[in-house]
Each structure stands twice: as C-alpha cells, then as structure tokens.
C-alpha cells in the first residue's frame, strides 16, 4: 500500500490540518505546526529530529527481537510508530489520538501497516494511560500537543509518570517528547517527576539547546532498567554522531542536573 496524500487542506475536530509534501517527505500540519513528518519510501528515515532520538534510545533499550507492546500517547501521521514497527517486526502498536477526523484521514491517506500491527483508538491520552493494566506495556511514547503547543498538564508530571510506571512491564521503556524553552527548564522539570518513580532517567537534547541558545523539543526517557556503562556510550556516540547530533545526559548526572 502507498501513500494516498491529498494536498488541499482538510478541516479536523479540533481544526484544520494539511498534508505537503516535499520530494520523498510528506508533512502533516496540525493548525499550522508540523505534527509529522516523514519518507514515502523509507519507513524507518524518520525526519524530526526528537524521533531520531527516540529510536536510537529504543533501540539501545529494547531487544532486537523483541515482540513490543508498545502505547503512543499521540498519534498524528503514525511516523514513529510506523519506524518502529518496521524495526520490530513482531511489534504491536496502539496510537492514540483525540481528534476523530485527523485519525480518519491519516487511516485513508498514509499507507500505515494493517492492524494487528498498528491500530489508532480516537481517545484521550491521559485517559488511555491512566487506563492501562499493570505490566501491560514494553513501550510507551508520548508525543502529544494541545494547540498552543504545550503537553496538557494531564500527561506531565508524577501522577503520569505514576501511571507509565505502573503500565510498563519489567525492562519497558518510556519515551517523552518534550518542548523546551533555552535552557531546557521544561525538560528539568519533568524528569525530576520521572526520577521520583524510575529508577533510571535520561535527556537528549541538541547542543544548541545544552547551551541554552534556542528552543525545540527534547527528548525524555525512563525505565526501572539502567543501561550498561557500555550501552549509554554507544548510545551517546550514536546521538552525537548522526544526523541530527544531540548529547546525551543520563543516570546519576541525569538525576543530579534534574533536582
């Protein structure tokens, strides 16, 4: 199956949305920010950034072979669900997104892979999480936005990273799209509550951002399974060296750059 894209903008429930493309890469705008963005060819060439980061740190964490129960609190064009998908084959994804009509025209549009695999609930995120049975999840990825692009309170903070705890089984992961101001004091502030319940916490962020030159997204993680000394400097050579370089703080320093 391929992409379907219609390029003319389409009204949402909580909106306008519209998809342009780009050569290879399509974009979803969501009420004019770029909510996806992706490759027509390459399911796994993901082209944010922040979702880059998110699948190294998966791929550091999670086994090779692994048959995920994975939750992605944010749906929008399924980009990295559909990335991860293709790296996990035996992967099974539940993405969840609020906006019934957006949900209906990425199902008809983009050429996502068929349920079992990939299924889209129309849901609250918060609502979902909070939800979910205990030990039900080895993957749990937030990546959601209101429209004055802030994460809604209901998914930040110790009760939501309470209730990621609780739904992860032992060794998952949770993974956090976070919108920072220079300096990152968003980040700071969230993984403080993620070191309140997991045992192990990290951030990924760009340079610029270390130096609190600009704003973006960052990239939060969590898991009650430390990495190995080796495992996080693999990790970090990879953030550092890739396409979109970024650094990697992560355990003991993670923690003590939080409080």
């Not at 090779?64 to 996990?88: K, N």
């Not at 025209?105 to 995120?125: C, E, H, K, S």
């Not at 980040?187 to 916490?201: G, I, K, N, S």
């Not at 962020?205 to 990495?227: F, I, M, Y």
Request: net charge neutral; aromatic share 8%; hydrophobic share 45%.
């Amino acid at each position: 199956m391929d992409d379907v894209i219609t390029t003319e903008p389409f009204a949402i429930d909580t909106g306008e949305a519209v998809f342009k493309i780009d050569g290879d890469s399509v974009t979803l705008y969501v009420n004019g920010w770029a909510s996806s963005e992706w490759s027509q060819s390459r399911p796994d060439r993901l082209e944010f950034e922040y979702m880059n980061w998110m699948l190294a740190a998966a791929e550091a964490f999670l086994p090779a072979d692994a048959r995920l129960r994975c939750l992605h609190l944010g749906a929008g064009a399924c980009a990295l669900p559909r990335a991860i998908a293709h790296r996990w084959p035996r992967s099974r994804h539940l993405a969840v997104e609020i906006d019934a009509k957006l949900a209906a025209a990425v199902r008809a549009q983009v050429a996502l892979p068929r349920a079992p695999v990939l299924r889209i609930r129309v849901d609250d995120a918060a609502a979902t999480l909070f939800a979910r049975p205990a030990a039900s999840q080895d993957l749990i990825v937030r990546d959601v936005f209101d429209r004055s692009g802030r994460t809604p309170d209901s998914l930040v903070g110790f009760a939501a990273a309470q209730a990621a705890g609780r739904a992860l089984a032992e060794g998952g992961l949770y993974l956090a799209n976070c919108g920072v101001r220079p300096g990152l004091p968003e980040a700071r502030l969230e993984l403080r509550a993620l070191a309140d319940v997991f045992e192990y916490v990290a951030v990924i962020a760009e340079p610029g951002q270390w130096r609190g030159r600009r704003p973006g997204n960052a990239a939060l993680a969590a898991s009650n399974s430390a990495l190995t000394e080796a495992g996080e400097r693999d990790l970090a050579r990879r953030l550092a060296g890739g396409g979109f370089p970024a650094r990697l703080l992560a355990g003991p320093e993670a923690r003590r750059w939080s409080s």
